[in-house]
């Protein structure tokens, strides 16, 4: 969204209220006076205009966080582990662990030599293949629909759920049994900032503000609900964050962790506590990587630089589509809607190869029969979960990279090559498949060989970029298939952030 200079935006409306401050809704406090000097007009505007963005408060939205998600599906695994410290590997470093063992001082990304030097007793799971974490995230992803069809997946271990829907339906319900008095729904869970104080003043107010509260209250009972069977059916514990917007419930998500839920009253004395003026603009959700690096570039690191700073310095690194959204989100206003996930258009498997680098075509072929194998896992599960769909095209892409000379500097380089695909290479399995696979053992004799058949694909298509002699320093793979009849492109997950740092 970043390229997108279209001012026209979802982010674009008029102004109203935020819950529990009326005022904000008629003034800008002077920040605009007139007889302000154009610099510091400037600067202001954008001061003004986060205020008047709009709070839309009819929705419910939770945001369901699965705890230590990979290492949680370990312990499904072998439930021995439990109680004990856990760690998952990928490479050499590990990619999250337990609570058990966030106690005694393991981090995500500490190499697995200071892990094990930090933990001695620490238990090891290679996490690299991923197979039976997408088959426990569909499980969890499922179980959600249950509830609701507004459910809209965040990568593996995160969901939205709009329950807006079924929140009006409870009150209105409980309003006929008059069971919905003044006192109005008991909270479950905690209700952010989690001050007693603060929770009283909340509990005081009138009018629109407590409809709101007692919306939100109510849908911490549904919650409540959605996490005990996920647990009872599936072994996991989750957090969840309850609010007005996917912005605020996913900022909320992790404030109590792990186990817990957190509802968020978006009053504006809850704003300013959930968002100060020292926040790093990385920390809220909306805004990605990309957008707060290229901030950075100008000064712009937290919401107070990005509040004071000029419009035409902002207007040099992003778009004024992108302004007009960080202002909002700024202000804790989100009016993204929740949208259904449905069947992805490809499926894709890569594997970094970082920092032992493939630097001979035996190399390269052996890591691509190896990814086939897991590409024909993700596409078994796709035809479990979604039924047979034939996959129409191969697409192979490499990240490679130079060295400079007399230099630690790497130069990394992206290229990719696609082939359609013989309708014979698949063949429909309508009812073949027994269960969900979860790992290239899984595979019967029909799927190694339309396996070993897209590895032979995939390797000719490797060769075909590197036709002239060069020295190959091969650091990430890819191999995606696109399904007949969708037209987006093979989403490559992994390479376009490989090397991006944060300093």
Known sequence: DDDDDDESSQWAAPRVNIVGNPSLSNSSNGRDHPNAAESKGK????????HRTPMDDSRVIISLDMDCFYAQCEQLRNPALKGKPVAVQQKKLMVTSNYVARDLGVNKMMSLEAAKKKV???????GEDLSFYRKISHEVFQFALRWTKKVERLGMDEVFL???????????????????????????GVEYPGNQDSAHKIRNQQGHSHGVRN????????????????????????????SVSKLLSKMVASFRKPNQQTVFVPTQENLSALIPSFLSLRSIHNIGRATAKSLKTVGVLTVQDFLTADEVTLSKVVTKKTISMIQSSCAGVCTLPVVPSKAPGTVSIEESFWPELLTSMVEVESAIVHLAALLMVKVRQDECWFGFRHPASLTVSVR?????????????????????????????RLGRSQGVPVSVKDLDTSDKMISSELARIAFRLFQAMFQSPCKLQIIIV???????????????????SFFSTSN
Do not use: W
């Open 478 to 496: 890819n191999l995606g298939l696109k399904f007949l009849g969708s037209q987006q492109p093979v989403l490559l997950e992994g390479i376009p």
């Open 400 to 428: 490679s990279v130079h060295k400079e000379t007399d230099s630690k500097k790497y130069h990394p380089s992206r290229i990719s090559k696609q082939e359609k695909l013989a309708n014979d290479v698949f063949s429909e």
């Open 43 to 50: 600067r202001r505007r954008i001061q003004a205009e986060s």
């Open 162 to 188: 709009d329950v807006t829907d079924e929140v009006d339906k409870m009150l209105a319900e409980g309003s006929q049994r008059n069971e919905n008095k003044e006192s109005g729904c008991e909270c479950v």
């Open 215 to 242: 919306r939100l209250f109510a849908a911490s009972n549904l919650c409540a609900k959605i996490r005990q069977g996920i647990l009872d059916e599936m072994g996991l514990t989750t957090s969840a964050g309850i």
């Open 120 to 126: 001695p007793s620490l238990v090891v799971c290679n």
